[in-house]
C-alpha cells in the first residue's frame, strides 16, 4: 500500500483534535466535516486507517531517522566527516535528553498510537448495516491494532515504563498520564496482537501489499514472547508460519530483498513501502527533512540510499567490526570462511569479501568499487539497500526500496533461538539455521555443539543475515550484552577508540519533548535520564 497525503480532510481532523478549545462565539458550520460525522463509513475508516501507516514515513521513523538511530547505536555503521551535529552525537554516543532523533522517534511512535486510537474509536461509535462494512471494519481495527502494538513493542523495548494510552478519550482529554511498568505495555501489546490476528487476512489483492496480514500480526506476537523469554509461547506462533495457510519461505535471491523490485517476494512478511515511485511520481523528495503530508504530496520514499550512498552524500561507513564478522572458522573444517552475504551487504576488497563493482546494469557496464587501501577507518560502504547495481548516482534522496520489518528468514532464526534457549541443540534449530545459510550458498553446520556454542552460532548468524536491518542494536540489549560488545568493538575500531557505551544506555532518555510536556512523565525520570 503507498501511503500517500490524499487524506487531507482525515489528516486535517486529526490535527483539529489536538488543537485549543472551540470558542463559545465560534458557530459550526453545518456543511463542515467533524470527527463525530465524518468517519460513519468504510471508506473513512480506511482513510483513517491508511493514514496510521503514514507515520511510519514520519520524522523519526523509516523514511530516515530510523536507520541511523538504530545502524549507529547498534554499531554497524560509524560515521563519516561528512556526518556532523545531531547524528554525530547518536553516532558517538554522546546524545542526551534533547537528541532530535530520538525526540523524533518518541514522538512518531505516540503519533501513531493516536491515530490507531481514532480508527478503533470511530469504529466502535459506527454500527454498519451490511456483513460486507462489517467485515472491513473489523478488518481496520485489527490493523490499528497491529500498528499500536508494533509502536508500543518499539516503545517497551526502548524506554521500558512509558505512558500506556489505548482509548482516544485519553489522549485528548489533556490529562497527563504516568509511566506505566513496562510489564503491563507488554500484555498490552500481547492482547492487541492476538486480537489482531483474529480479523486480519491471511493476504491482499496487489493493490493493498504492506497492509498487516495475519501473518504480520503472528511474526510479531512471536517476537514479542521472544523478548519477554517465552521461550514456549513464542514458538509455538512462529512455528505457525511455516504452516498452512501460510506459504511463506525464503526468497531464491538474498539480494532481491533489498532491491528496488522487493514489492513482492514469498519472505516478505512486514515492510514499510516505498515505492514504486516511478508509478505516481514522488512529490517532494526532501519531504523527510520536515514535511511529511505537507510537501508535495505523494512522498513516500526513503533517503537511506542517498544517505549511505558512497557516490551521493556519504555519511557512513559499514564499521569494520561488522565487516570482519563475515569471516569466522570454517564450519566445515580449519581455517576461516568468508561468509557469502558480505558481498551482499558491503562494497569493499576482495580480501574481505565484499562487492569489488558497482554499476553492473549501466549502460556503460560495470565499474571497479574505488576501495582505498589508505583509507585510515576503513573504505567498506553499505550495498544493502542500495541501488548502485543500476545507476552510478542517484542525484537525489529518493529511493523505492521498501524497508524489510519481520522477513520469513529472521522468523526461522528466532525459531532456532526458542530451542537453543531451552538447551535443545539438535535437528530442530540446526535445520532452520543451515536453511537460511542454505539460500545463500554458505557451508552447513553438521551439529550446532552445546548451548554456550549454538548460542554464538545463533548471535553470528543473526548479525551477519540481518545486519543493516536495525535488528542488531534490539538483539544486544535483549541479550544483555550490549555494553560488552559495543564497548569492546569501538575500542579496536580505526578512528575511534572509546568505549562510551554506559550502564544507562540500556534504556534511551526520556525525551525533553515529553518531559516538558507531561508533568507526571517528568517527576518520575531518574538521574535526567530514564
Not at 560509524?78 to 522517534?105: C, E, H, S, V, W
Not at 505523494?298 to 564499521?319: C, L, M, P
Not at 558480505?342 to 557496464?365: D, H, M, Q
Not at 532456532?416 to 531451552?422: G, L
Amino acid at each position: 500500500m503507498k501511503y500517500i497525503t490524499r487524506l487531507t480532510v482525515v489528516i486535517s481532523l486529526i490535527a483539529i483534535i489536538t488543537s485549543c478549545k472551540k470558542s463559545l462565539l465560534e458557530i459550526d458550520s453545518q456543511g463542515a466535516y467533524s470527527y463525530e460525522t465524518y468517519f460513519n463509513n468504510s471508506d473513512a475508516l480506511n482513510q483513517a486507517t491508511v493514514a496510521t501507516y503514514a507515520t511510519l514515513l514520519h520524522n523519526g521513523l523509516w523514511a530516515r531517522e530510523y536507520y541511523f538511530i538504530f545502524d549507529l547505536t547498534g554499531y554497524e555503521a560509524k560515521r563519516t566527516n561528512n556526518m556532523q551535529g545531531d547524528l554525530a552525537q547518536l553516532a558517538m554516543y554522546t546524545f542526551g535528553t534533547n537528541q532530535p532523533q530520538i525526540g523524533d522517534l518518541w514522538k512518531g511512535l505516540y503519533r501513531m498510537i493516536f491515530r490507531a486510537n481514532i480508527v478503533i474509536d470511530r469504529a466502535n461509535a459506527w454500527s454498519p448495516t451490511n456483513a460486507d462494512d462489517q467485515n472491513k471494519v473489523n478488518q481496520y481495527v485489527a490493523e490499528a491494532k497491529f500498528l499500536r502494538a508494533y509502536s508500543y513493542f518499539n516503545i517497551v523495548s526502548l524506554w521500558g515504563d512509558a505512558p500506556l494510552i489505548t482509548d482516544y478519550e485519553s489522549m485528548v482529554a489533556n490529562n497527563y498520564p504516568e509511566r506505566s511498568p513496562a510489564a503491563n505495555i507488554w500484555t498490552a501489546v500481547e492482547t492487541d496482537l492476538k486480537d489482531a490476528q483474529n480479523d486480519l487476512p491471511v493476504v491482499y489483492s496487489t493493490a493493498d501489499l504492506g497492509r498487516a496480514t495475519k501473518g504480520a500480526a503472528t511474526a510479531l506476537l512471536g517476537k514479542v514472547y521472544l523478548y519477554q523469554k517465552k521461550w514456549g509461547e513464542a514458538r509455538t506462533e512462529l512455528l505457525k508460519l511455516t504452516q498452512s495457510p501460510y506459504t511463506y519461505k525464503l526468497d531464491p535471491s538474498y539480494d532481491h530483498l533489498f532491491s528496488s523490485n522487493n514489492q513482492v517476494s514469498p519472505e516478505n512478511i512486514f515492510q514499510v513501502m516505498n515505492g514504486p515511485w516511478t508509478d505516481w511520481g514522488i512529490g517532494n523528495q526532501y519531504y523527510v527533512f520536515g514535511g511529511q503530508e505537507t510537501w508535495g504530496g505523494k512522498a513516500t520514499h526513503s533517503d537511506r540510499a542517498q544517505e549511505y550512498g558512497f557516490r551521493d552524500w556519504n555519511n557512513v561507513y559499514i564499521t569494520n567490526a561488522a565487516v570482519k564478522a563475515f569471516t569466522y572458522p570454517n564450519p566445515a573444517g580449519a581455517g576461516n570462511y568468508i561468509d557469502p552475504r558480505a558481498k551482499s551487504t558491503f562494497y569493499g576488497n576482495a580480501a574481505s569479501g565484499g562487492a569489488t563493482v558497482y554499476c553492473e546494469l549501466c549502460p556503460g557496464g560495470s565499474k571497479p568499487y574505488p576501495f582505498n587501501a589508505d583509507d585510515q577507518q576503513g573504505d567498506y560502504k553499505w550495498k544493502k539497500y542500495q541501488y548502485y547495481n543500476e545507476v552510478d548516482t542517484y542525484g537525489g534522496p529518493a529511493s523505492s526500496i521498501n524497508a524489510q520489518v519481520i522477513r520469513y528468514a529472521d522468523v526461522l532464526l528466532m525459531l532456532a533461538e526458542t530451542y537453543i534457549q531451552e538447551s535443545n541443540t539438535g535437528s530442530e534449530p540446526l535445520g532452520y539455521i543451515n536453511d537460511v545459510r542454505a539460500r545463500v550458498g554458505a557451508t552447513l553446520y553438521s551439529s550446532l555443539g552445546d548451548q554456550a556454542s549454538a548460542m554464538n552460532i545463533l548471535k553470528r548468524e543473526r548479525q551477519l543475515e540481518l545486519c543493516g536491518e536495525q535488528s542488531r542494536y534490539f538483539d544486544l540489549i535483549r541479550w544483555g550484552i550490549a555494553k560488552e560488545i559495543i564497548n569492546v568493538e569501538r575500542g579496536a575500531e580505526p578512528g575511534d577508540g572509546t568505549q562510551p557505551f554506559q550502564d544507562k544506555h540500556l534504556l534511551f532518555p526520556i525525551p525533553d519533548v515529553e518531559k516538558n510536556y507531561n508533568p507526571a512523565v517528568a517527576a518520575g525520570v531518574r538521574n535526567d535520564w530514564n
